[in-house]
């Protein structure tokens, strides 16, 4: 690591093989970032899951990939750039200031604009996350730049513009927004829809270090306290190992402790249908597909679930689908790895009962 400035385009020739010339005013924007969200010392892992993205973008461009970090001093930063080598990035952008030790829009976003005007992105990527949601909007509209927001898939276009595409009209639609025209092309991703790149130990990169010029008095909140956040679940869904669901398949709104119970056996977590959602019987943060959380776990228990289009692109990164339907015709059943045609208000409780007692001789067999 050093503290070197980056060299002005990485080897390999930038933009080769693109049609379009770019406009003399953005010959200087160069490399694809990716924001590293830290936060009290935690890496949010969508960041690695958008350096992985963000790896391909830039060798399809033929630039570089680097990571912006904005931390407090001792937070960590050390191990996250390490990481953030390890998952692709060829440099990593710091600023370390103790107004940047937690989350308040104002600082981040002088940050982040200024790392942005000195040493202009291509293209820009951050989490659909709550602070990415947040930061996004106030640097895309600081820089008078586009951002398109929630993104489900992101790709370089023939004329080496990024082509970022999105649910629309409330999922209905999805759109690809094309951005050769803006810099940087900005674009917040939602968490879990791209693959965890394989770490490569030992790879390492460039840290370039940069201040931050403002003081605490230029701040117009002020951070009281710290309040455990209620929606926690949220991300321990998306990013859980296990996941049991549950679907109208299941009749009642009482019926959904069978899910939960083997959730709790499993050490699984719980999920459902949107229909489930919008009848009142689990709240919005459960639900699993296109306008609800994406998910990628080892194992995906979905019951009484049909399998519509819009309920696949939520699981379909799982290892393993389990379903259990009584319809031996039903959509899941095309691209679940194991099913079990039955009733599930059987099948969800002998499961339980069948893993309990798995895990309890497991436990005495020590
Ligand atoms: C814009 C838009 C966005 C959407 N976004 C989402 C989304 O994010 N997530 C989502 O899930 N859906 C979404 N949907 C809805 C989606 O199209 C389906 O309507 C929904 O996924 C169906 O939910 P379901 O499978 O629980 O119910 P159903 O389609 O009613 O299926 C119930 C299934 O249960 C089976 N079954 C019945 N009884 C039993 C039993 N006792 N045991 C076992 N199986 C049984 C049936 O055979 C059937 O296959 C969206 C739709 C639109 C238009």
């Not at 390890?86 to 981040?108: C, F, H, T």
């Not at 690809?176 to 810099?183: A, E, G, P, S």
């Not at 776990?297 to 290892?319: K, M, N, W």
């Not at 679940?336 to 497991?362: K, S």
Request: net charge negative; with cysteine; hydrophobic share 45%.
């Amino acid at each position: 690591m050093s503290d070197k400035a980056a060299p002005a385009a990485a080897a390999g020739g930038s933009r080769a093989g693109m049609k379009k010339e770019l406009p003399e005013r953005f010959r200087d924007y160069k490399h694809v970032w990716v924001l590293i969200e830290m936060e009290r010392g935690v890496v949010h892992p969508v960041s690695w899951e958008l350096l992985g993205e963000g790896r391909k973008l830039a060798d399809k461009l033929g630039v570089e990939l680097a990571g912006a970090l904005l931390a407090g001093p001792g937070d960590a930063s050390t191990k996250a750039i390490e990481e953030a080598f390890s998952y692709g990035a060829d440099l990593v952008y710091l600023m370390e200031d103790p107004l940047l030790a937690d989350y308040r829009n104002q600082p981040y976003a002088a940050a982040m604009t200024d790392l942005v005007n000195t040493f202009k992105p291509e293209i820009l990527l951050m989490g659909a996350t709550n602070l990415g949601r947040d930061l996004a909007g106030t640097v895309a509209t600081t820089l008078a730049t586009g951002l398109t927001a929630d993104c489900t898939e992101l790709a370089i276009d023939h004329e080496g513009s990024l082509a970022a595409t999105r649910p629309t009209f409330g999922g209905t639609l999805l759109c690809t927004i094309h951005t050769l025209n803006f810099r940087p092309q900005m674009a917040t991703i939602r968490p879990r829809v791209m693959a965890m790149p394989e770490a490569q130990e030992g790879r390492t990169g460039r840290v370039v270090r940069h201040s931050l010029v403002m003081a605490e008095s230029d701040i117009i909140t002020k951070i009281l306290d710290f309040i455990p956040d209620a929606n926690m679940d949220k991300a321990q869904l998306a990013y859980a190992d296990i996941v049991v669901a549950g679907g109208m398949g299941l009749g009642r709104p009482e019926n959904f402790k069978l899910v939960t119970d083997l959730a709790q056996v499993l050490g699984a977590e719980y999920g459902c249908s949107r229909p489930v959602v919008q009848k009142g019987w689990m709240p919005a943060e459960r639900q699993i597909g296109q306008t609800g959380k994406t998910i990628r776990p080892r194992l995906y228990i979905a019951a009484g679930i049909s399998g519509a289009i819009q309920h696949r692109v939520g699981v379909e990164g799982s290892d393993i689908v389990l379903a259990i339907n009584t319809d031996p015709n039903a959509t899941i059943f095309e691209f679940a790895h194991m099913g079990i045609v039955g009733d599930a208000l059987q099948i969800l409780p002998a499961l339980t009962e069948a893993f309990r007692r798995r895990l309890a001789v497991n436990r005495l067999a020590g």
